[in-house]
């Protein structure tokens, strides 16, 4: 993935600055906001379970990190909608995809 590999350099912060000024990040957080629980439902709960099996959350997650890496506009964007809680009980969620390691 192309936005993966994002650097430091300034044509990689135009694009990550692009991205998130176009409302992409912000649609890919509101995305995760509908397919992730609320970060306060426990990890057992078959709403992990349903949320992991969504076939582009790891897409997502990829890309996501790739915008936001060294980026604090992007990484405030994904902030603000609560979205953090719930990528943090992601992380501690292991699937046959990976998915929690990409949070």
Not at 83 to 93: K, Q
Request: aromatic content about 2%; overall charge negative.
């Amino acid at each position: 993935c192309v936005v993966q590999r994002l650097g430091a350099d300034e044509a990689s912060q135009r694009l990550r600055e692009s991205l998130t000024e176009r409302g992409v990040v912000a649609k890919m957080r509101d995305e995760l906001r509908l397919v992730l629980p609320p970060g306060d439902t426990p990890k057992d709960d078959e709403a992990w379970v349903d949320a992991i099996g969504v076939p582009a959350l790891p897409q997502i997650l990829q890309l996501l990190a790739g915008i936001t890496r060294g980026f604090a506009p992007a990484q405030a964007v994904v902030a603000e909608e609560g979205v953090l809680a719930s990528l943090h009980v992601l992380e501690g969620i292991s699937s046959d995809r990976h998915t929690g390691s990409m949070a």
